[in-house]
């Protein structure tokens, strides 16, 4: 996806969703990090959850900081520092995992106890539980009033507690508490309390939302960069397996709805003139990779430099096939097809 691969002369604007997933949101970054080498293409506005909510806020302040390459070097520095901080965390592999090539964590003993823990034990039960090693990296990484002030939209959601709806966070209201709140799992960390309410991981309510960019950015692409798969072969069996399942679906439920409502709109004759026409007017594409698939839910918890670095590898190689199959498509139709999920 370099600029003689553009198909016609001007840039591309589009928009991107970014899925959340733990130490997986590192193949986002090699999604990011080859998109941002295509010069013809320019980003509009991001909706990011998790670590979905992270790779946006890096991006958009590199952009804001110093252009595309300030953008891949504070992406790079920020996985960076997160590999350095897991460098003494007790979730690591087994030497048999190790020599496997395995990246899951099943067999870490420490992972284990924390597993059982998480389902008899409150974090508000354990001393130190409301903090999080990523509230530094954050705050040593982003200059926030910088990127409120930035080109690039972004839209940070995370979970209210007492309502249970999804709150959308725009560039002017984003704070480290606000990325921390939409990457907090309520079984590890204690609730991130913003104006006087408590909130959750952002992927019980939209993983990632793309309701404000339909309705508040010009483009009519969005590129949702896919890290939680929606389907998965066979019957999970095991108690671990079910749980590992039963978040995926979770994860993912909101996100379907919204891409449905699309497929629907786009096969009514008169879609209106309002909203409902921008709905059906948003070119929906996707990166993906199947190797996902084949990672356990536990590698999400695996900040090895090594697993990270692959992650972002395979981000490139996919972004790379996608530009190969579709690059001609952009600004011009889907070629996410919707209706393979009804």
């Known amino acids: ?24 949101g590192a193949f986002a970054w090699g999604v990011l990090d080859r998109l941002l080498e295509a010069e013809w293409l320019t980003i509009d506005g991001i909706s990011g959850t998790s670590a979905g909510a992270m790779n946006a806020a890096v991006f958009a302040h590199g952009i804001a ?22 460098t003494f965390s007790p979730f690591r592999r087994g030497p048999l995992d190790m020599i496997r090539g395995n990246w899951s964590l099943d067999r870490s003993p420490a992972y284990i ?26 705050e040593e990484t982003i200059d ?3 990127l409120a002030a930035g080109p690039v939209k972004l839209f940070i959601t995370a979970t209210n507690v ?16 606000v990325l921390l709140a939409s990457a907090c799992l309520p079984t590890m960390y204690q609730a991130v309390e913003i104006d006087g309410d408590p909130y959750w991981d ?11 960019l339909v309705r508040e950015c010009e483009s009519h692409d969005t590129l949702l960069v896919q890290i939680n798969p929606v389907e998965r072969p066979g019957t999970p ?15 993912n439920a909101v996100l379907l709805k919204e ?37 356990g839910a536990s590698s999400k918890l695996n900040a090895e430099r090594g697993f990270l670095e692959m992650l972002r590898d395979e981000g490139r190689r996919a972004t790379e096939e996608f530009g190969q199959r579709h690059r001609a498509s952009i600004g011009r139709e889907s070629t996410f097809d919707l209706d393979d999920l009804d």
């Open 113 to 138: 106890m924390t597993d059982l823990m998480s389902r008899l034990v409150s974090p508000y039960s354990l001393t130190g539980a409301g903090g999080n090693p990523l509230r530094d990296i954050l």
């Open 1 to 24: 996806m370099t600029k003689e691969d553009r198909p016609e002369p001007g840039p591309l604007t589009v928009n991107l969703a970014l899925q959340g997933g733990g130490s997986h």
């Open 237 to 251: 069996r095991t108690a671990r397996a079910i749980a590992n399942r039963l978040n995926e679906v979770s994860f």
């Open 259 to 295: 891409l449905r409502m699309i497929s629907v709109l786009r096969g009514v004759v008169d879609a209106g003139d309002g909203e409902g026409r921008r709905w059906a007017e948003m070119r929906m594409h996707r990166i993906h990779s199947d190797m996902m698939v084949g990672l």
């Open 162 to 177: 007492r309502t249970g709806r999804g709150r959308v966070f725009r560039s002017h209201e984003i704070t480290p508490d």
């Open 202 to 212: 952002g992927g019980y309510s939209g993983n990632p939302t793309l309701t404000p």
């Open 144 to 146: 926030f009033d910088r």
């Open 65 to 86: 900081s110093g252009g595309r390459e300030a953008a891949r070097a504070g992406l790079a520095d920020f996985w960076e520092r997160v590999s350095r901080a897991a």
